[in-house]
């Protein structure tokens, strides 16, 4: 089961981050070994990689799912590939109707909606099995840190309020790689939402030449409208609940109560009668995010509200530019 993590992630010059340092040293050898080791298959289409080097949700599928969009609004057909991060299938194309996150991830079922998705930790494997769908793009959701298929254009993306957190590799921080390992092989960097940290400043500060492009995510206030002044019991399973439960307070809800879940957590029978419980007991709306929804037992889905995201592209014209000359 995925875990939460730990508070000393975000804290500089912590005793346990000291500690758990050299392990951390440990394991940045061995993603560089994993990455020069595996051989490459370069696909016959352009290959869009959104990536990041923090463990957690950074906003990673809401861009591919942008990213998506606006190919598929200039004429293109994209494909994703996905690791399918918490399903038991590989090797497959996702169907919305028939698959379960179970099965797939969650965030697979999200994109299938959007385009033809592939689930498979192959990732030359899955790749090539897009092209055999007629794809004109593909577009990896993560994948980053994976060396089995050359990348035309690697984004890495940074959650602004969070950004490196205390600098240090996993275990001893959030890093999934030493940042200079992994800015090396990037063609660009995304920061979502306010700069808190300096990322931007610390990026451009060695790679001065890297594009940098503004971004932010939306919710769909319409449907948030429509809780403004009622209880609201919020729960969710993503990187960052507490931002999820913000932005619902920010938008004018009265959320009389929060529950946070691990990333990816797979809703059981159990959970959620006792929120539907809870809920009822507090007068309250249960409300989540369209990524938890899917992992939740189709019979209690009638329960909750959902909330969607989206995201805002703040500096367009750099991201529109390293898109179209994929295809020049």
């Excluded at 060695?206 to 919710?219: D, K, L, S």
């Excluded at 946070?260 to 409300?287: G, K, T």
């Excluded at 909750?304 to 295809?327: G, K, Q, R, S």
């Amino acid at each position: 089961m995925p875990l939460k993590a730990p508070v000393f992630w975000q804290k500089k010059n912590t005793l346990l981050g000291q500690l758990l340092a050299p392990l951390g040293k440990l394991y940045a050898l061995g993603v560089r070994w994993h990455l020069k080791r595996t051989k490459s298959y370069e696909a016959k289409i352009p290959v869009v990689c959104v990536g990041n080097l923090v463990m957690g949700g950074v906003g990673k599928t809401p861009l591919a799912i942008s990213i998506a969009e606006y190919f598929k609004m200039n004429g293109k057909k994209p494909v994703f590939l996905t690791r399918g991060y918490g399903g038991g299938l590989s090797n497959i194309l996702v169907d919305p109707d028939k698959h379960t996150a179970r099965q797939t991830g969650d965030e697979a079922l999200i994109l299938a909606r959007v385009a033809p998705t592939i689930v498979d930790a192959n990732r030359a494997r899955g790749a090539k099995k897009a092209e055999m769908l007629g794809a004109d793009v593909i577009v990896m959701d993560d994948g980053f840190q994976n060396s089995q298929l050359v990348k035309t254009l690697s984004l890495v993306v940074f959650d602004g309020h969070y950004g490196c957190g205390n600098g240090k590799v996993f275990p001893a921080g959030p890093l999934r790689e030493p940042l200079e390992d992994g800015l090396n092989r990037a063609n660009a960097f995304i920061v979502v939402g306010k700069d808190q940290t300096g990322v931007q400043e610390r990026v451009e500060k060695r790679y001065r030449e890297m594009p940098f492009i503004a971004m932010h995510i939306e919710q769909d206030v319409s449907k948030i409208a429509r809780l403004s002044g009622q209880k609201v019991f919020a729960f969710a399973g993503i990187g960052y609940p507490d931002k999820f439960f913000n932005m619902l307070k920010e938008y004018g809800c009265d959320v009389v109560q929060t529950r946070s879940f691990p990333d990816h957590y797979p809703y059981e029978d159990n959970d959620m009668m006792e929120m539907i419980s809870q809920a009822e007991e507090a007068n309250a709306v249960l409300v989540t995010t369209a990524k938890d929804n899917v992992r939740i037992p189709s019979r209690f889905q009638p329960y909750v509200h959902v909330v969607e995201a989206y995201m805002v592209w703040d500096t367009p014209d750099i991201m529109c530019a390293l898109l179209a000359a994929l295809h020049k």
